[in-house]
């Protein structure tokens, strides 16, 4: 699947839901599915600048294609991240590095 294909089915998803607190909610389920980080990738390098909230972000390329993990310490900002895993992980570094997210 494209990355704006996983785009659009994320849009799908959150237009189910009318009430903002339940489209916190799922947000909140995502970040609890979220392939987690490592332990030893908790560290500073692996640290998001500038946020906030704790965020790690860890990347591996294998047969082509980038796989990410992470983990934060705000539920809600752990399902950002998600969704962000979500779209990127499993996708060519080019087409990664081209992404224009909309979602």
């Known amino acids: 699947m494209t990355i704006n294909e996983i785009q659009d089915e994320i849009i799908e998803e959150f237009s189910f839901f009318d009430d903002w607190m339940d489209k916190y909610e799922y947000l ?32 591996e ?20 991240i998600g969704l962000l895993v979500r779209v990127l992980s499993e996708q060519k570094p080019e087409d990664v590095a081209k992404a224009e997210l909309h979602f």
């Open 28 to 59: 909140i389920s995502l970040g609890k599915d979220l392939p987690l980080i490592d332990e030893q990738y908790k560290d500073e390098q692996h640290l998001i600048k500038g946020c906030q909230s704790r965020v790690w972000l860890h990347a």
């Open 61 to 80: 390329q294998a047969a082509g294609q980038v796989a990410f993990t992470a983990d934060s310490d705000a539920i809600i900002t752990k399902g950002i």
